[in-house]
């Protein structure tokens, strides 16, 4: 489960229910990163997941300014993950990420640090996150990463470049925005029905054309999702269960009813014919 907040107490009251309601509901990884909320995540989680610490696993990621460039200098990394430690209220972080590749320091330097934590009992594994094939060998080669984080759904697809050197390492693939920013939920807008500063209004899914063309593929899913009996959100996180072993998709809500939903997707067995019929229904992902 993806753990990126909002603002103010009731968003913490919501955010914690909708945890708490994951791991009842079965859920036993939660991810989040000092980037969400500048700490403000990871000391909600780990509150919320404080009486049922040693039953869960918990990633966080480190690398960004709040100004959403990369900052993966070493310094800094210490300051991070020792931060991250507080603010999580825990002596060990399960997996530790970077949250994105930083061209001014070498990943072979960030992924041996990264070594350091985990022989000073910091941190149990290490993944990468938004990187390349190439970094991937690279830091394995360092010390084993265990999990790759990418934007993966059925309407994003680029990350299947990155199958043979996973498949290849023995490594994981976790899925962030398995729901495709709301098109794979049934309850996408069109542009107008966002606030003015909303990312949706810089993403192709949503130009002009695009958006109604990748409407008709959400309405087309939906109507599989109908005939099986699920929701389009249930029908798109079980395809990703479905389609590798090695996938793990990370909704994120703070809905605990939205949260229970998902959670039924672990449940669902896809057959061919449902692969095959989403594979003519959306072959490409969405249109850009």
């Known amino acids: 489960m993806d753990t990126a907040l909002g603002n103010g107490a009731d968003y913490d009251t919501a955010s914690i229910s909708a945890i708490r309601r994951a791991h009842e509901a079965g859920v036993t990884h939660f991810d989040t990163a ?44 210490r300051d991070v993950v020792d931060n991250s430690l507080g603010r999580l209220g825990v002596d060990t972080i399960d997996v530790l990420y970077q949250h994105i590749h930083d061209p001014a320091v070498p990943i072979e330097d960030v992924v041996g640090l990264m070594a350091q934590f985990v022989d000073a009992g910091k941190v149990k594994y290490l993944g990468l996150s938004n990187t390349s094939a190439e970094n991937i060998r690279k830091a394995h080669a360092v010390h084993p990463i265990s999990v790759v984080q990418t934007s993966y759904s059925i309407f994003d697809r680029q990350s299947e470049a990155l199958f043979e050197v996973l498949e290849e390492l023995g490594i994981g693939l976790i899925a962030y925005r398995p729901l495709a920013r709301g098109f794979l939920t049934g309850a996408v807008k069109p542009l107008e029905g966002y606030p003015a500063g909303d990312f949706r209004r810089n993403n192709p899914w949503w130009a002009p054309g695009n958006f109604e063309a990748n409407l008709a593929i959400a309405d087309e899913l939906q109507v599989l999702a109908d005939e099986r009996g699920v929701t389009l959100s249930q029908l798109s996180l079980a395809w990703l269960l479905t389609l590798k072993p090695y996938i ?31 594979e003519r229904i959306a072959p490409h992902g969405a249109h850009v």
């Open 248 to 278: 793990v998709p990370i909704p994120g809500s703070r809905n605990p009813e939205r949260v229970t939903e998902n959670s039924v997707a672990s449940e669902l067995i896809l057959t061919p014919d449902d692969l095959a019929q989403i």
């Open 34 to 77: 000092e980037l969400y909320g500048w700490g403000k995540g990871e000391r909600v989680l780990g509150q919320a997941l404080a009486p049922i610490r040693d039953e869960v696993t918990i990633a966080t990621k480190f690398g960004f300014t709040p100004a959403f460039t990369p900052n993966s200098r070493l310094d800094h990394v």
